[in-house]
């Protein structure tokens, strides 16, 4: 019993982290694409969002280890813990959907923000190619265009290129989070079913015994109607033979006389 106890209140614990850090992914996720979306705040979204998928998987790991537990066959407690049970997966299944949700908008702000920074990547690269023919058909002074401003572009462009890459590792990242998410959906939909069947067969040995119990005061009932009436016959047998007995020496005492 203690062991149930501890798993709920540690399962109950982790239901409210996941939804108290689900809250702050949100908040993080409505701040992508604006001026705090900055490396270091994807990094830090990227580690809420691990921490936070950790906590879930443990939660159904508690919850597994429940299911080992002892559990009453029947009673008022068997109905209690499955109720708290049921209660605490509901709960948990309604705050990975929430979490689930920011990942996927996540995932859909940073796929846009990739494309931005790739087409901002393509056209930055297009206007160092016109300026580069410029410079070709310019002469004299014109024609010399200060290096510095060359390095910049160049530097600027490899920074975009760095950027781009950072971004689509991002999103792949928040992509597999997503996989890891779903399997487990999975874990818990197969704990539900699991716990279904064991409900079932408890259900069903609680039925059977029932079912034994009457068919053993059937059997009760017809054994003392049995030997109430073999009593019965016993006795008239006996007051027979009595009178049988009687009527002989009556007999017996009238040829003797």
């Given at each position: 019993m203690a062991d149930f106890e501890r798993l709920c209140h540690e399962i109950g614990q982790n239901i409210q982290k996941i939804s108290n850090q689900t809250g702050s992914i949100h908040r993080m996720v409505n701040k992508l694409g604006t001026n705090d979306d900055t490396s270091s705040f994807r990094s830090k979204l990227l580690e809420m969002q691990r921490s936070t998928q950790e906590v879930a998987k443990q939660t159904t790991s508690l919850l597994r280890q429940m299911e080992s537990t002892d559990f009453p066959s029947s009673g008022p407690n068997a109905r209690q813990r499955r109720m708290q049970r049921e209660r605490l997966t509901n709960q948990f299944t309604e705050v990975l959907n929430e979490f689930q949700s920011m990942q996927r908008d996540a995932v859909r702000k940073e796929k846009l923000a990739v494309k931005t920074v790739r087409e901002r990547s393509l056209s930055s690269e297009d206007r160092s190619a016109d300026n580069n023919l410029v410079d070709l058909a310019e002469t004299g002074d014109a024609a010399y265009k200060s290096e510095y401003q060359q390095q910049q572009v160049v530097a600027d462009e490899e920074l975009q290129l760095r950027q781009l890459e950072e971004r689509e590792d991002q999103l792949r990242q928040l992509e597999s989070d997503i996989v890891d998410c779903n399997q487990i959906f999975k874990d818990i939909a197969t704990l539900v079913h699991e716990q279904g069947e064991v409900i079932d067969s408890i259900e069903s040995h609680v039925e059977t015994a029932s079912v034994k119990v009457q068919e053993g005061n059937t059997q009760l009932k017809k054994a003392r109607t049995y030997q109430l009436k073999s009593r019965k016959k016993?006795?008239?047998?006996?007051?027979?033979?009595?009178?049988?007995?009687?009527?002989?020496?009556?007999?017996i005492w009238q040829a003797s006389s």
């Open positions: 016993i006795c008239i047998l006996i007051v027979v033979l009595i009178i049988i007995v009687g009527i002989l020496a009556i007999i």
